[in-house]
């Protein structure tokens, strides 16, 4: 199957920092990629959509000003936490989308997820 | 997307087989059965999907009753290694077109495969 990268895979912050998440397909190109967050115990929520060369569609309750999202190339998608607190320390999962694939395969790939501790 | 309904967790002796059941009453007829699992700390994995045959593959098989209400997902030969959280989602075809094709994760459930 196709590869999703993430980086880094780990980051501490202080409080009120940003911190930028990037999210790589390896050998594909990923026109749309999604963005989701996963606290402990808890199921993956997706907390929004980034098409290549457009806007981000967020997802209900999910602060696009504080969770910035940048979808510059084909390849590359990014999230900026925004003044980070601590209750946004959380498992970010990035998923993409290969619309190369033929009609019925499997077509959404995610990276390994990027631990974020807000100190 | 259509909601799913799984147990929460099931346990599994290591070499027999692991059946996880899926029950997904208010599915479209054009919507496809889809498996991931998760690994602890690490992103959801891809197992299989399926629209109303069965389906295998080298991890898995899925059966979809004729109904297509439920379906199970079985692993022929559960190793340790196979200790995760499984995810049912039912969701339209990527080239179905429009907004639906988002993937939404229900809690799953946690298969604990025993020595």
């Known amino acids: 199957g196709a590869v999703v990268s993430q980086h880094p895979s780990r980051v501490i912050c202080k409080s009120g920092t940003s911190v930028k998440i990037e999210c790589r397909s390896l050998d594909f190109q990923a026109t749309t990629m999604f963005w989701y967050r996963q606290f402990p115990k808890q199921s993956l929520m997706l907390m929004a959509t980034s098409n290549e060369g457009s806007k981000a569609t967020y997802e209900q309750g999910v602060e696009k000003d504080k969770f910035l999202i940048n979808h510059a190339s084909l390849t590359l998608s990014t999230l900026t936490v925004t003044s980070a607190h601590p209750e946004d320390s959380s498992f970010y999962i990035c998923?993409?989308?290969?619309?190369?694939?033929?009609?019925?395969?499997?077509?959404?790939?995610f990276g390994p997820g990027t631990r974020l501790t807000v100190l | 997307d259509a909601k799913t309904t799984q147990p929460t967790s099931m346990d599994c002796a290591e070499g027999r087989a692991a059946n996880l059941p899926c029950n997904h009453s208010t599915i479209s007829g054009n919507e496809y059965v889809y498996w991931y699992r998760q690994i602890h700390s690490q992103g959801p994995q891809y197992i299989i999907h399926?629209?109303?045959n069965n389906e295998t593959n080298e991890m898995a098989s899925l059966i979809i009753t004729e109904d297509r209400k439920s379906s199970t997902l079985i692993l022929p030969h559960a190793t340790l290694r196979d200790t995760a959280v499984y995810y049912c989602?039912?969701?339209?075809?990527?080239?179905?077109?429009?907004?639906?094709?988002?993937?939404?994760f229900g809690k799953g459930t946690l298969l604990t495969v025993n020595p």
């Open positions: 998923s993409a989308r290969d619309f190369g694939r033929e009609k019925g395969y499997n077509e959404q790939f």
């Open positions: 399926g629209l109303k």
């Open positions: 989602i039912v969701r339209v075809s990527s080239n179905s077109g429009g907004s639906n094709y988002k993937l939404t």
